[in-house]
């Protein structure tokens, strides 16, 4: 394994895992999260999300697919954790194709990617697309 080519990928509060990593100087490629709950920084740490977003994001290109029901901040264009994820400067990916930002899926609800129902043709459809956009983000930055 090349240690100095390993991303974090995280769903949940494994976005928030991988967010505070980051934050805190662990050395990831890139980080990609769905349906980010980073809120047990502020409930459990008393640190404020946008502040360890902004660490992070400075350190470590990020990607992260939002959905409608999840916090505003997480939303651009102005989200304050959208923006530091979108505005955050790093040395380009492989074709500068894919930048760090957060995208949303207005129609999905929190979730949808792991657990969402796919029998339901609009959740299937847009965790194909997350899931896909993550690994065009993986592929561009590792």
Known sequence: IDSSN???LGFCWGV?????????GYKFTCGVGFHPSLVIEEVAFK??????????????????????NDPDNLKSPSGQVAKAVSSSVHKRGKTG???PKC???????????????????NV???????????????????
């Open 6 to 8: 390993i991303a974090a």
């Open 16 to 24: 928030w895992a991988l967010t505070k990593a980051c934050a805190m």
């Open 47 to 68: 640190v404020d999300v946008v502040d360890m977003s902004i660490a992070a994001a400075k350190k470590t290109p990020l990607f992260f697919c939002v959905s409608g």
């Open 97 to 99: 194709n894919h930048p």
């Open 103 to 121: 995208v949303e899926f207005s129609e999905m609800v929190h979730g949808w990617v792991a657990r969402g129902d796919i029998s339901s043709e």
């Open 124 to 142: 299937k459809r847009d965790a194909q697309i997350a899931l896909r956009m993550g690994s065009d983000f993986l592929k561009e930055w590792m």
